[in-house]
């Protein structure tokens, strides 16, 4: 699956952001984006404006933008995703007052607009936080997959520019690009990054400062609207987020790390028990993996299912010529020992500040009601 919001610059990318941040003279105008083939599975990135141009999910349409808004509306339409994510609520192990929640807050009101108008006109700010790895930017994309809407991918490296003024243009045709296509998500992926960005130089902080008053304004813009944009935004910080952008932020869904039920589910699906070789001893496994998160679960499984390959590869490598890829033997089955070496070599990774999490959660969390 390829994400069109990546966040780290690459090395290049980096050199030639701070070469021409010496250079005095102002930004150019952004490089005609490269076409990217289409065939690209489900979180493709077309940036060829002419391909754009006329298909009403995906392009700019009628919306009538300058010349620098339209430069800005491709950086953004690179990041929304066309098709769907392919993630099921099923494949979420656990974490069923997050669907609960979510499902009521956007699924509901975009399936069933006729119920939730007035007084129950839908939520427009959604905020998920929890530890690092449990399940939050998978849940916005179940989301996008259910409720089949336009969907807006937004990292921090997708609206923090360097060049004064541009991060707060860009919120500006975000919010303008999603009320075109309404209904639609915008989906701000790590939000303390998006707006605790903090430079030494005064101008990169005075940016930083005007980008998180205008996502402020058009946050507000929403709530006084019928349209269906919604704002989904996830973090593991939650704490660092102000009064405002919480006000703004109305459901917090707390993704916690994952109970019983959830840990024993995720490793039936990833170690799943085969016929003729040892009972997967799964009660152990959950047992030990209190406090760990889905990915470290999921790394727990891993390593587990490397050690049978690891013995293939050692005697591949004691023959003298290479094997043929028909002739290649089948890998064996993982031992007791094997996943009893993956716990000890894997530990938990966000298990420290839960007790945060949960105060957080008393304090400012949305809660089902039953
Ligand atoms: N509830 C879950 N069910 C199934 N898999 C899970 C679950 N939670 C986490 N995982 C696994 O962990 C990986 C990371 O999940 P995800 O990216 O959604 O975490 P996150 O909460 O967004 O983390 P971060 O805060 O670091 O961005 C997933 O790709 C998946 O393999
Ligand atoms: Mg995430």
Redesign the pocket.
Known sequence: MRRVSASVASPRETKTRTARRLDPTPPPAPAPPRHTPTATPTWPCSSNMSGWRGRRSCGMGQLMLGRQMRNLAETLLRDIIRGSPDVKWE?????ENAKRLLKEAVVMPIKYPKYFTGLLSPWKGIL?F????????????AVATECETTFFNISASSIVSKWRGDSEKLVKVLFELARHHAPSTIFL??IDAIISQRGEARSEHEASRRLKTELLIQMDGLTKTDELVFVLA???LPWELDAAMLRRLEKRIL?PL?EIE?RH??FE?LLPSIPGTMEIPYDVLVEKTEGY???D??LVCKEAAMQPLRRLMAVLEGRQEEVPEDELPEVGPITREDIELALRNTRPS?HLHVHRYKKFNEDYGSHVLS
Do not use: F, H, Q, W
């Open positions: 494949s979420i192990k656990g974490l998920l929890g530890p690092p790895g449990t399940g939050k930017t998978m849940l916005a994309k992926d790590e996830a973090t593991n993704v994952p959830a589910a995720m699906e998160s889905g990915s679960i999921r966000a």
